[in-house]
């Protein structure tokens, strides 16, 4: 069973509409508990009633939230096999590194980077009760060291501190057999992303290879379209 936070809408939504064609049983987890229930109705409706689909309220956040969703999964399910960390904000294209706002920053952070953080910490013990465990942490190239400018501060510095979490969390779990990678879906047009990019399906594709990875998949990676992309 999977798990996606900030499975609402964009690429999340997407990321769910897809792990559940492929068969698996699917988790939704969002921050406001009615568009959570909303958007799991909507991808059930679409699928029909084999899909697989259930909505939980989470607050990346909060301590307490991800708590109570390890709680909910292990009374319900007793394993996580894949943890899609998707929930991010802030992408502040009105900002400059040399005048940010480090509130907005710090904000950020804390659902860019602590969220992925904690609610990894929170579901690892379920995570190591599955046969195939994958956790995806959603990146961007905006957080890639190769390509860094000065725009998008809070977005870009947060996004780079994710993927050396991934790095990270790689190194330390890699022997017992939990592949963590992250993946830059590209410019998709989102809410966040903003009109020109291109389908929301083409980026989430790239989420779910690394979410479906198969024994002796690649790890500590970071990855576009499922090829690795630099640093």
């Excluded at 952070?109 to 465990?133: D, H, I």
């Excluded at 979490?165 to 330390?172: C, D, F, G, S």
Aim: aromatic share 6%.
């Amino acid at each position: 069973m999977a798990v996606v936070t900030g499975g609402n809408r964009g690429i999340g939504l997407e990321v769910c509409r897809q792990l559940a064609a492929l068969g698996q049983r699917v988790v939704l987890t969002a921050r406001d508990p009615a568009k959570a229930r909303a958007a799991a109705a909507q991808l059930r409706a679409e699928a029909g009633a084999e899909a697989a689909l259930e909505a939980f309220p989470l607050d990346v956040t909060s301590d307490r939230g991800a708590e109570a969703l390890a709680t909910h999964l292990t009374e319900r399910y007793g394993r996580v096999d894949v943890l899609v960390n998707n929930a991010a904000i802030t992408y502040d294209t009105w900002q400059r590194t040399s005048t940010a706002d480090l509130g907005t920053v710090r904000s950020a952070g804390e659902t860019n980077l602590y969220g992925p953080w904690r609610v990894t910490q929170a579901l690892l013990p379920l995570l190591r009760a599955s046969r195939r465990p994958r956790v995806v942490n959603v990146s961007s190239g905006a957080g890639a060291l190769a390509d860094l400018g000065a725009g998008t501060p809070a977005y870009s510095i947060t996004k780079l501190a994710l993927n050396g979490l991934t790095l990270m969390l790689a190194r330390e779990l890699d022997s017992e057999g939990i592949l963590v990678n992250a993946v830059c879906p590209g410019w998709v047009a989102t809410d966040m992303g903003g009109a020109g990019g291109r389908p929301v399906a083409e980026g989430a594709a790239g989420v779910v290879w690394a979410a479906t990875l198969p024994e002796g998949g690649p790890t500590g990676g970071f990855f576009r379209d499922g090829r690795p992309i630099p640093w």
